[in-house]
């Protein structure tokens, strides 16, 4: 076991990523678990910045956010003690569904925790991705389905969101081409990995990932990764749980992807979205309705132009969260409130 202040490091890995493991830690005032992210540092790495940065999140209170605990560093490593998430991240919890996909009204309370947690994040001019305002033109937005954590094990999860892009080297631009993760980029993202001098304001990138995010989550399927314009969303299943994408796909296919974020051009294939299309004028079933309501949202959200694009204000205003907003505001009071210090 190492020592970091307060807190004792276990060797029980809890995850790994691209660039850190996360490790088991015990908090020995307060009796409690936490998770240790241990990254390594580049060399000629700004500690004062990657410091700055930490300290930042460490002043960041919202029970839908990942807490930071406290950061150390030695010459190698760069500590950062984590409040512990024991449900897993979404993106499995997606997957491991029966359908594949959430119900209408588990995605809406997970929705609305997103937004809750992304408007208490762009009310102080931070984003996820995006982090802190003066890193704003160096990092990408890229809050995936596997950047957000479950709190702890169930249906109808308290979310988490999490590994914000703290110390992430700038090749990590590169690394977006490698492992497929390219496609939760909104397209001024896809347009900074072409042109390296355009950099992005990650607060419209947010909202950006906030979309596919609503939109894996009732579908199953990503909105622009898919292999013939017949063909419905790449399944999620498709894909590991890094999120690479397991079959080999052409670099064609990559292309018209980028293409398709680019465009805006939504796969609205699937049944919740195109049973509605077919039926416009019979409108009876509150899940058409649903459905309706929800496709306008997802449309505004992922719209090409940040400028043009929903803020997350406007995304809590809704037609979709507000049809049903005094049984959220009564669930979130009740089951997530209520429980945070
Ligand atoms: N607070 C936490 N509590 C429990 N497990 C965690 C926590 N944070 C991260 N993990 C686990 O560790 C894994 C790796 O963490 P993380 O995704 O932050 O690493 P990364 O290298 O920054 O990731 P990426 O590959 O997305 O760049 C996660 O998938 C998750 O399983």
Request: with cysteine; glycine share 6%; proline share 6%.
């Amino acid at each position: 076991m190492q020592d970091l202040g307060r807190f004792l490091i276990t060797s029980h890995c809890l995850g790994s990523g691209s660039y850190a493991t996360v490790q088991l830690a015990l908090d020995i005032t307060g009796h409690q678990q936490a998770a240790c992210k241990i990254i390594r540092r580049k060399e000629g790495s700004d500690l004062r910045k990657e410091m700055k940065e930490a300290t930042l999140l460490m002043n960041l209170n919202h029970p839908n956010i990942n807490r930071v605990y406290a950061v150390d560093s030695d010459p190698e490593f760069l500590y950062i003690i984590l409040e512990l998430c024991t449900g897993g991240d979404l993106f499995t919890y997606i997957t491991t569904h029966p359908k594949h996909r959430l119900c209408e009204g588990e995605a809406k309370y997970i929705m609305y925790q997103l937004l809750k947690a992304l408007k208490y994040l762009h009310d102080r001019m931070i984003s996820h991705r995006g982090n802190v305002p003066y890193f704003f033109h160096e990092s990408l937005a890229d809050h995936k389905p596997e950047n957000i954590l479950l709190f702890s094990p169930g249906p109808y999860p308290r979310i988490q969101i999490a590994d914000f892009g703290l110390a992430r080297p700038k090749a990590y631009q590169e690394t977006l081409h490698v492992c497929g993760t390219i496609s939760y980029l909104p397209p001024e993202g896809i347009l900074a990995l072409e042109h390296k001098h355009l950099g992005y304001v990650g607060m419209p990138a947010d909202c950006w990932s906030a979309g596919v995010t609503l939109f894996a989550m009732l579908t199953g399927s990503h909105p622009f990764d898919f292999a013939s314009p017949s063909q419905s969303g790449v399944s999620l299943d498709d894909m590991d749980s890094q999120g690479f994408v397991l079959s080999q796909r052409a670099t064609a296919q990559d292309e018209r992807t980028k293409q398709r974020i680019l465009d805006g051009q939504i796969c609205f294939h699937e049944p919740i979205w195109v049973f509605h299309n077919q039926m416009t004028f019979l409108i009876t079933d509150p899940l058409i309705i649903y459905g309706w309501v929800a496709k306008i949202l997802v449309s505004h959200l992922l719209v090409p132009d940040p400028q043009e694009r929903s803020t997350v204000y406007a995304a809590l205003k809704s037609g979709w969260i507000c049809m049903d907003l005094e049984e959220l505001d009564q669930a979130y009071r009740e089951r997530i409130r209520a429980q945070f210090p």
